[in-house]
């Protein structure tokens, strides 16, 4: 290899770096800034996203409680917010192979008050608050490298080198990273976060706490028929098709403009390696109850993302010398609301407050520990707290996990004396000779469909000619320990057929195909793989999909 990578990078300082462009990220930037102007000060607080442009990566259900953002931007609604579609009634069902039953809504998923929205139109608006406030963002810049000083402390991150071909070489579009420092430098990187996986290492911030528990979640947009539109339904299903001892389910949301979103929830600690939570979602949707509603419609997006489901005994230690980290990042989902945009949004507005209100006295390698303390003392915290228990208490099955979020929801309130632990999810899978084969149904080309024409759907593109993005530690596991034992499960959790066994022409052979340029970044593979064995690591600058209001 030529020595292009000991080329000098250019350096820009800031007071503040934040890394990515999610809800966190922007609520911390655009908090940060309101401090700065109310003090009258100059602060310079920088943003990078990897996506294209700020909204192109993000992907939710989603159904936003405004708390944090009444909080963050009061006169939202004159700003033009895009929050217009009300939650108007919510639906609870259990579904069987033919009959939908409908059950009473918990208390966590009462969403009157809450609006149905596009979480990506959502943060491009975020962004615009941002810019107007003076954040610099630049988007198409993912961050690839942690950057330390002498003490082991952040002093803030490197972005990819662009141009490189996939001989490792420089191409003649070859152009350095560019090192942004700053006094602090905030991760918001979203669920599983490839540098904040490299920060539980480096400072052990995961010591002493549960391991982090997943689910991925699979989303389709579609335009319906008029007739069938009810702006304003938040529909959610458990049950069918998902066997009782997996956890997961379903969301139906009904938007302005005759506008469905549609998803399916699979926890990734699932057992069975034979299981496609690609083909569940499918399938699901062949439910008489379901099917109706998009037949004669047309869908429009797809895309996945994975979903912290650890709650408030997986929240790891959240600062160290030189910075913090906030949102899905660190895992402040609300399991049992299936929402994580707000206590997001508020984590990010702490951290602000925390570094802002001491930014001045730091000394290179700070560690804002005051704000773990201020969280504490925040909503989010007593939030989190109350529902720890409801979703490690589906371990055991459907049943049990509906009988214990009951007590623990209308008997205990929250209160119980007793903290349930979590598992790690790669851990989970059984043999594959020992699990049921799971026999899915075609695609009907109707209201199910294939992987490929899906990610076609995601807007997903990487540049061909640059290394694949999905890495392997040892290339001779997938065959001698995921085929032969596991059936090589990573054909059926991603959910963007990126990895393929292929066969000799004698049907000997096998080996591991990545289809690199299919991936949706949804990180289900960096957690799922049995053996920890695939790494995913940033792809060039704005690769990816691009989410149109998703």
């Known amino acids: ?124 608006w975020l962004g615009e608050q941002a810019e107007a406030l003076g954040v610099e963002i630049y988007p198409g810049f993912p961050a690839a490298e942690i950057l330390y000083d002498a003490n082991g402390a952040v002093r803030g ?13 420089p191409t003649d579009n070859y152009m350095r990273g ?27 911030l995961r010591e002493g706490k549960d391991p982090q528990t997943y689910a991925i979640g699979i989303k389709e947009l579609w335009d319906i028929d008029p007739a069938k539109a009810k702006p304003g339904l938040a529909w959610h299903s458990i049950g069918w098709p998902l066997a009782t001892d997996t956890y997961g389910g379903s969301f139906l949301y009904h938007l302005n403009g005759n506008q469905v979103a549609v998803g399916y929830v699979v926890g990734l600690d699932y057992s069975n390696p034979h299981l496609s939570p690609f083909e569940e979602f499918q ?163 109707i209201v199910s469909f294939d992987r490929n024409s899906s990610v076609f759907l995601s807007g997903t593109n990487h540049e061909e000619n640059q290394p694949a993005h999905l890495t392997l530690k040892d290339a001779s596991i997938p065959i001698t320990h995921n085929l032969a034992l596991y059936d090589a499960p990573e054909q059926r959790y991603c959910p963007a057929g990126v990895y393929e066994i292929v066969q000799g022409d004698n049907g000997d052979d096998p080996h591991l195909q990545i289809n690199a340029q299919n991936c949706v970044h949804c990180k289900t593979c960096d957690i799922k793989d049995p053996s920890q064995n695939i790494v995913w690591v940033t792809p060039e600058g704005g690769g990816g999909p691009n989410y149109p209001n998703m």
């Open 157 to 169: 991150v490197a972005t990819g080198d662009m141009g490189i071909g996939k001989d490792g070489e």
């Open 283 to 445: 399938r699901f949707k062949t439910h008489p109850a379901v099917r109706d509603v998009f037949e004669g419609g047309r869908r429009v997006s797809y895309g996945a993302r994975a979903l912290n489901e650890g709650g408030f005994q997986s929240i790891p230690k959240l600062t160290f010398p030189g910075g913090c980290m906030v949102g899905c990042t660190a895992g402040f989902l609300n399991v049992p609301k299936i929402k994580g945009t707000h206590t997001a949004m508020k984590s990010g507005m702490v951290a602000a407050e925390a570094i802002f209100e001491a930014l001045d006295n730091f000394d290179a390698g700070h560690e804002p520990a005051s704000y773990a303390d201020k969280l504490a003392a925040s909503w989010l915290w007593k939030e989190l707290y109350k529902v720890r228990n409801i979703r490690p208490g589906f371990a055991k099955g459907l049943w049990l996990g509906l009988a214990h979020a009951a007590l623990d929801t209308y008997v205990l309130f929250g209160k119980a004396p007793w903290t349930l632990r979590h598992h790690a999810d790669h851990t989970q899978l059984r043999k594959a000779a020992d699990a049921p084969k799971i026999e899915y149904p075609k695609p009907d080309g």
């Open 178 to 204: 560019m090192e942004l420092i700053g006094k602090q430098t905030i991760f918001a990187e979203g669920c599983r976060g490839h540098l904040t996986k490299n920060l539980f290492e480096t400072f052990d």
């Open 1 to 124: 290899m030529k020595g292009y990578g000991t080329m000098e990078r250019e350096t820009m300082e800031f007071d503040v770096v934040i890394v990515g462009g999610g809800p966190s990220g922007l609520s911390a930037a655009i908090r940060l800034k309101q401090l700065a102007n109310d003090a009258g000060r100059d602060l310079e607080v920088c943003l990078i996203e990897k996506g294209s442009e700020v909204g192109a990566h993000i992907l939710s259900g989603a159904v936003l409680e405004p708390r944090a953002l009444n909080e963050l931007i009061p006169d939202w609604k004159d700003k033009n917010a895009p929050l217009d579609t009300p939650v108007t009634s919510d639906r609870f069902m259990f579904l069987t192979e033919t009959k939908s039953i409908r059950m009473p809504t918990p208390p966590s998923m009462n969403n009157h008050g809450n609006y149905i929205i596009s979480l990506g139109n959502f943060c491009r």
